[in-house]
C-alpha cells in the first residue's frame, strides 16, 4: 500500500518562530488533506490540497503531486497551534473510494 | 451548518460489554468514513458506507465489530464483547460523494475506555 511519511516527528518552537511541516508519500494520490489534532482530542480539517497551494491566515499549504510531497507551512507561531498535525491521502485507484490515509504525524510544542 | 456529529464524546464499557458509536454526517453527505487511533498511533481506516451499504471493511477487525448506516438515522458503529485492547479514538468522517475531488470532514471523535 501507499506510505506516508512525515517530518520532523516532533518540533518544539517559540512564539512567533515559523516553521515547515512535509508529507512524502509513495503513490500517485488524488486527495490530500491536512489536518490539526488539537490537545483536546478534537481533529480539524486545515487544508484540503492535491495540488497547487492555498493559504488561510498563517496557515499556507503546497502540494507538488509529480514529486509526492506537500508542505505545510506555519508562520508567527502561536501557543494555540499545539498539537498533532497529520497529513493523509487517497491513493488514486480505479475504487476512488476516499479512503485516507495518515500518516503518523507531527507533533508541534509552542512555548511562550 | 452543522459538522459531523458523534456521540458520546467518551464512553466507558467493562470488559465483556457492548459499545455502540453513533455518526450523524454532515447535510447532504451520504458517504461515511470510521477510523481508530490506537493511543500514540495515527489515525487507521476501518470501514466505508454508503446509505444502507457496506462498501469497504477491509480496516474492520473481522471479529466483534460491525458498522451499519441505516436509511434513516446515524451510522453506528458496534463493537461487541470489548476487550482493553479496543480503548482507543474513534472518529467518524463524512464527504458529499467519493471519488476524486472530494474532502472529508471529521467529528469531534468518541474516546472508548474499556476497563
Known amino acids: 500500500g501507499i506510505q506516508v511519511e512525515q517530518s520532523p516527528p516532533d518540533l518544539i518552537l517559540q512564539e512567533g518562530a515559523n516553521s515547515t511541516l512535509r508529507c512524502n508519500f509513495s503513490?500517485?494520490?488524488?486527495?490530500l488533506q491536512w489536518f490539526h489534532q488539537n490537545p483536546w482530542g478534537q481533529l480539524i480539517n486545515l487544508f484540503y490540497?492535491?495540488?497547487g497551494t492555498k493559504q488561510n491566515g498563517r496557515l499556507s499549504a503546497t502540494t507538488v503531486a509529480t514529486e509526492r510531497y506537500s508542505l505545510l507551512y506555519i508562520s508567527s507561531s502561536q501557543t494555540t497551534d499545539s498539537g498533532v498535525y497529520f497529513c493523509?491521502?487517497?491513493?488514486?485507484?480505479?475504487?476512488?473510494?476516499?479512503?485516507?490515509?495518515f500518516g503518523q504525524g507531527t507533533t508541534l510544542q509552542v512555548k511562550p | 451548518n452543522a459538522g459531523v456529529m458523534q456521540n458520546p464524546r467518551h464512553l466507558v464499557r467493562r470488559r465483556g460489554q457492548e459499545a455502540r458509536l453513533r455518526c450523524s454526517p454532515m447535510?447532504?453527505?451520504?458517504?461515511v468514513y470510521w477510523y481508530r487511533q490506537l493511543p500514540e498511533e495515527g489515525l487507521k481506516f476501518m470501514v466505508y458506507?454508503?446509505?444502507?451499504?457496506?462498501?469497504?471493511e477491509s480496516g474492520m477487525p473481522k471479529e466483534r465489530f460491525s458498522a451499519e448506516f441505516p436509511k434513516e438515522g446515524p451510522s453506528i458503529l458496534r463493537i461487541q464483547q470489548v476487550v482493553r485492547g479496543d480503548s482507543a479514538a474513534y472518529f467518524c468522517?463524512?464527504?458529499?460523494?467519493?471519488?476524486?475531488?472530494?474532502?472529508?470532514?471529521f467529528g469531534q471523535g468518541t474516546r472508548l475506555t474499556v476497563v
Open positions: 447535510k447532504g453527505h451520504s458517504h
Open positions: 493523509a491521502v487517497e491513493r488514486t485507484s480505479s475504487s476512488n473510494t476516499g479512503k485516507l490515509i
Open positions: 458506507l454508503q446509505k444502507e451499504n457496506i462498501i469497504d
Open positions: 468522517a463524512s464527504s458529499p460523494r467519493s471519488g476524486v475531488g472530494t474532502e472529508a470532514f
Open positions: 503513490d500517485s494520490v488524488n486527495n
Open positions: 490540497i492535491p495540488s
